[in-house]
């Protein structure tokens, strides 16, 4: 059992910056991929970015990949989320996201992939 708890979220300007942090719960982090989700008003929950469990891994969507940057630290049991050139159109609640990943292979880019999630962390970018 996971549990995760999302913080770093708030107002920034458009072309600002925020860095979002999931801590997670658990002796084994290690051993969880990460995800980071996002779900606008009236939207679908979108897949943001991915991790793997030893942190050497990233893949990204496309609308994000160049701006954010997904980290971890596995002694902190924290995965990170550095959100660079923000737009209005990033704003959104975020989720961070785990699963127990046995692949080196696989990036993990669906909701449906995920077995745990946190409680979401709003994102307001203003034009």
């Known amino acids: 059992q996971v549990q995760l708890v999302e913080s770093g979220g708030g107002l920034v300007q458009a072309g600002g910056s925020l860095r979002l942090s999931c801590a997670a719960s658990g002796r084994t982090f290690s051993a969880y991929a990460m995800g980071w989700f996002r779900q606008a008003p009236g939207k679908e929950r979108e897949f943001v970015a991915t991790?793997?469990?030893?942190?050497?891994?990233?893949y990204y969507s496309g609308s994000v990949k160049g701006r954010f940057t997904i980290s971890r630290d596995n002694a902190k049991n924290t995965v990170y989320l550095q959100m660079n050139s923000l737009k209005s159109e990033d704003t959104a609640v975020y989720y961070c996201a785990a699963r127990p990943s046995y692949s080196s292979i696989v990036y993990y880019v669906r909701p449906s992939d995920y077995n745990y999630w946190g409680q979401g962390t709003q994102v307001t970018v203003s034009s």
């Open positions: 991790i793997k469990r030893s942190g050497d891994s990233t």
